[in-house]
């Protein structure tokens, strides 16, 4: 893949990540090892979008200011050098399914991968595309994307999602249900209180 070729993957992605994700805040709510109820909340910024490239911006070019030059056709060649050729080819092929993982994702784990120079925490995905995440300040940031089907790279046992919730950044709570596994009902007695409390009233008519 050529950087002509590059830059139109990385801007057709780049679109769809800031109509999707973007500025938002997203809680993943999962059957734990334990079968227990857990959650994790994952927060997107213009700046980590860099991370799922492979691409190494010049120097003068911030993380947030490469993913403006993307958004704004304004990306040259001559603005970034490629990482790994195989590694930033693999990243890109799942693109477009790490900018809709909120749609996607149906399994969550803790990261036990053999590359030992990659430092993630927690990996969100499927089984062929898959988010790693750090935790910093009660959150989860992504930090990497791994073309790998994730029962490979997680602890077993894989943690199950039941239900995806997303807000923007500037609301209080979750106001949007993304995801309810088939066969599950989310109630006041399943969900335990600290999910409760993060979702928008309006969902206690349906939950």
Same mark, same amino acid.
């Given at each position: 893949?050529?950087?002509?070729?590059?830059?139109?993957?990385?801007?057709?992605?780049?679109?769809? +990540?800031?109509? $999707? #994700?973007?500025?938002?805040?997203?809680? %993943?709510? +999962?059957?734990?090892?334990? $079968? !227990?109820? /857990? %959650?994790?909340?994952?927060? &997107?910024?213009?700046?980590?979008f860099l991370h799922f490239t492979g691409l190494i911006p010049r120097e003068d070019i911030s993380?947030?200011? &490469? +993913?403006?030059?993307?958004?704004?056709?304004?990306?040259?060649?001559?603005? &970034?050098?490629?990482? !790994?050729p195989v590694n930033t080819e693999r990243k890109l092929q799942i693109l477009s399914k790490i900018v809709i993982i909120d !749609? #996607?994702?149906?399994?969550?784990? /803790?990261?036990?991968? @053999?590359? #030992?120079?990659?430092?993630?925490?927690?990996?969100?995905?499927?089984t062929s595309a898959c988010l790693g995440l750090i935790f910093r300040n009660n959150y989860f940031i992504p930090n990497t994307i791994l073309h790998e089907d994730i029962r490979d790279i997680t602890q077993p046992p894989i943690g199950k999602i039941i239900a995806i919730f997303k807000m923007k950044s500037s609301e209080q709570n979750y106001t949007q249900l993304i995801y309810k596994k088939k066969g599950i009902t989310l109630t006041q007695a399943l969900l335990p209180s600290i999910v409760l409390d993060k979702i928008? @009233?309006? %969902?206690?008519?349906?939950?």
């Open positions: 893949m050529n950087k002509t070729e590059i830059i139109s993957t990385v801007h057709k992605c780049v679109c769809a +990540y800031e109509t $999707n #994700l973007c500025n938002t805040q997203v809680m %993943f709510v +999962y059957l734990n090892s334990h $079968n !227990q109820i /857990d %959650f994790a909340e994952v927060r &997107f910024r213009s700046h980590n993380a947030n200011k &490469f +993913y403006h030059l993307i958004l704004n056709h304004k990306l040259s060649p001559n603005d &970034f050098a490629i990482g !790994q !749609q #996607l994702a149906r399994m969550i784990g /803790d990261y036990i991968g @053999p590359r #030992l120079a990659l430092y993630t925490e927690k990996i969100i995905g499927t928008n @009233p309006k %969902f206690w008519t349906t939950l």
